[in-house]
């Protein structure tokens, strides 16, 4: 599937950069993105209740547990947003 990045993802991401290991399952989440044929083949993906595009997956790493938001629009997912607050993240990712 085809993906794009949000500005929003991008300067998530940098502010977690100090999380090697998370940096690196990121990467390899979103390369099983790239090759998934539909949403329903990507491991772990929860809808977002009340919303039809909205989903999000865990990325659970020795410090932290992350919550990568995505929407899905027509064909393409945007990775939205990486929050490893809960109650944050349902906040800015409604």
Not at 32 to 61: C, Q, W
Not at 64 to 79: A, D, F, P
């Amino acid at each position: 599937m085809e993906y794009k990045l949000t500005s929003q993802f991008m300067k998530d991401a940098k502010s977690f950069d100090d999380d090697s290991e998370f940096v690196h399952l990121l990467a390899v989440k979103v390369k099983h993105i790239t090759k998934v044929a539909s949403m329903e083949d990507i491991d772990g993906l929860v809808p977002i209740r009340k919303t039809t595009t909205n989903y999000r997956f865990k990325i659970k790493t020795n410090k932290s547990t992350y919550r990568v938001g995505i929407k899905r629009i027509k064909k393409i997912i945007w990775l939205a947003c990486i929050d490893n607050n809960k109650k944050r993240f349902y906040k800015r990712f409604p």
